[in-house]
């Protein structure tokens, strides 16, 4: 089994700054992909930012400039810098990746999301 754990939210003002992290654990291969999501109230859940399977990253372009995605290979974890924020980033923040257990099967895993909210 594999557990996706985020943590770094919380209530900020306007043009204020969050770091989320996404650290992965259990039995794991390898993971192949590592995206973050978001779903605000009323509103189906979108793709924020992810790595491209050629290396790079991408963003949603509301997002774009202003949020950076990264990685630590080595620690299994994702993180999320989040910069300029808007009251309209306002959502739960999920992060999903899709991992090749050590029994050599490819699952799809989420986290139980962490709550990210922008006042004006």
């Known amino acids: 089994q594999v557990q996706l754990v985020e943590s770094g939210g919380g209530l900020v003002q306007a043009g204020g700054s969050l770091r989320l992290s996404c650290a992965a654990s259990g039995s794991i291969f390898i993971i192949t992909r590592m995206n973050w999501y978001r779903q605000a109230p009323g509103k189906q859940r979108e793709l924020v930012a992810g790595?491209?399977?050629?290396?790079?990253?991408n963003y949603t372009d509301s997002v774009k400039g202003r949020f950076t995605i990264s990685r630590d290979n080595a620690k299994n974890t994702m993180y999320l810098q989040m910069n300029s924020l808007k009251p309209e980033d306002t959502a739960v923040y999920y992060c999903?990746?899709?991992?090749?257990?050590?029994?050599?099967?490819?699952?799809?895993?989420w986290g139980q999301g962490t709550q990210v909210t922008v006042s004006s």
């Open positions: 790595f491209a399977s050629g290396g790079g990253t």
């Open positions: 999903n990746a899709k991992v090749i257990t050590i029994a050599h099967v490819l699952s799809d895993y």
